[in-house]
């Protein structure tokens, strides 16, 4: 699963375990961990080092500290993290990256707390273009094809409630 990351925003993240190349289990916490070792990918492009120029510091039990910054997020997409230290099987981390408003929405302190559907999202995000973009007489048609759609969509949920 993809950890959620703010775009264009300074982050800490914990990577590992780091484990023995050799017998696959204890921890490596001796490991340093540059600036060159920590590859990202953003949305499938050519790996490339991270642009944050510290090193990862060990945690505990093989997992380490590690700092992106602004730059490595500023990407909306997946992001991928890939590390492969000699003496430590590769280790590789899955992110998303959102947009500030998505990500406070979800996170932020006085976040609603509630998710909204992509068939929502594109219908208001449809219906907002055309409602800017229309007269008041426009807008008025508009509203009833919504009421329509909302109508259809609540029938279809409670069809799918019931199955």
Known sequence: MAIILRQSTAVDVLIGPFVDEDDGKTAETGLTLSQADINLSKNGQTLAQKNDDTTATNDANGYYKCKLNATDTNTVGAMTLICHKAGALPVRHEFQVVEEAVYDALFAAS?????????????????????????????????????????????????????
């Open 111 to 163: 976040a609603s707390g509630y998710a909204v559907t992509g068939a929502e999202m594109t219908l208001t995000a449809a219906y907002d273009a055309a409602k800017t973009a229309a007269t008041q007489e426009s807008v008025d048609d508009l509203d009833g094809i919504a009421d329509a759609v909302k109508a259809t969509t609540d029938k279809l949920d409670s069809m799918i409630e019931e199955v």
